[in-house]
């Protein structure tokens, strides 16, 4: 299933997409099939912290709006704003860095260092304030930095909390999965000692979307391409089998001591391709256009626009 959060002018509700044209709003459907049994979601957050119980209702919901039924509460996909799937998480989104050799191997370079690979996974997170959903305008705040770069990630969705999490038990724990662009702030991540809080942080510098798809959606989730284009042109062109941890890695690494809880996200790092690391460096400027791609999940689509601090 792909379950979105979107706006039909009366601000973000759950959905589930139909088909490429239509979604079925999910809290109107439950209305008109009281026998299911739900009181209403109010948000996918709290949709997936319900459970298998909320999704097996969700199916319900889509076996009877196949069966024809429910039209009071379908809606054409042009006529609603997609949102971000959790637009204001309740905690920090949290991310990887350093994942994939070859962008550990770019870096190396574009920095003239020596090439080391981590030992342990590299986690940093990003506030609530820096998502934004599909169409948004990436914000770059030139005052503030004049050095904003993409990286195009597949996210993990937490279903089941847990804490101690072991590798082979990691995927139980998984809702679905989205993609993420961690947009990052350069010169800030170099100008506070390499840290990556702040260089990652900025208001709008976490575009998320279009949707959530569920585990049992996505096959493997170890073997999907990953790309970004700013523009027409590719820059990032990998398949997330080039992982230094995988996904089952990092939720135990991140879980040791610390409970993730239902809804939690996990941005799980970015191929090779960042614009600080080209030849001749390209950071992102007023109209450009950054399409990121997942398998599997879609794509994610923002226009960059410059601001006044």
Same mark, same amino acid.
């Given at each position: ?21 239509? $979604? ?48 009071? @509460?379908?809606?054409?996909? @042009? ?18 860095? #350093? ?15 020596? $090439? ?19 169409? %948004? ?25 847990? #804490? ?32 990556? /809080? ?33 523009? %027409? ?24 001591? /610390? ?17 600080? @690391? ?32």
């Amino acid at each position: 299933m792909r379950l979105i959060t979107f706006d039909a002018g009366q601000g973000g509700r759950p959905g589930v997409q139909l088909d490429d044209a239509t $979604l079925l709003d999910l809290d109107a459907a439950l209305a008109g099939a009281p026998a299911i049994g739900q009181a209403p979601f109010g948000s996918l957050h709290a949709l997936i912290g319900r459970g298998a119980a909320a999704l097996r209702a969700v199916a319900q919901l889509c076996e009877m709006a196949a069966g024809g039924k429910l039209d009071a @509460a379908r809606l054409r996909l @042009a006529d609603v704003r997609l949102l971000a799937p959790i637009p204001r998480p309740a905690k920090n989104v949290f991310c990887v860095g #350093r994942n994939y050799v070859e962008h550990i191997a770019e870096g190396a370079r574009a920095q003239k260092i020596d $090439l080391k690979l981590p030992e342990y996974p590299v986690f940093f997170s990003k506030p609530p304030t820096a998502v934004i959903g599909p169409g %948004d305008a990436i914000p770059v705040q030139v005052e503030v930095s004049t050095k904003v770069d993409y990286e195009v990630e597949l996210a993990v969705v937490i279903g089941k909390p847990g #804490r101690n999490i072991r590798a082979a038990d990691a995927l139980d724990h998984v809702f679905g999965y989205t993609i993420v662009n961690d947009v990052t702030a350069r010169d800030l991540q170099r100008r506070h000692g390499g840290q990556f /809080l702040k260089g990652k942080g900025l208001d709008g510098s976490c575009p998320m979307g279009p949707a959530i798809v569920t585990r049992d959606a996505i096959a493997d989730p170890g073997r999907l391409a990953i790309r970004l284009w700013v523009n %027409d042109e590719l820059r990032q062109d990998g398949n997330t089998r080039d992982m230094i941890f995988p996904i089952g890695a990092l939720i135990e690494s991140l879980s040791e001591g /610390l409970t993730l809880e239902p809804g939690d996200l996990l941005a799980t790092g970015t191929p090779s391709g960042v614009g600080y @690391a080209m030849s001749e460096p390209q950071f992102l400027k007023q109209g450009d256009v950054v399409t990121c791609e997942v398998e599997g999940i879609g794509r994610l689509v923002n226009p960059v626009t410059e601001i006044r601090a």
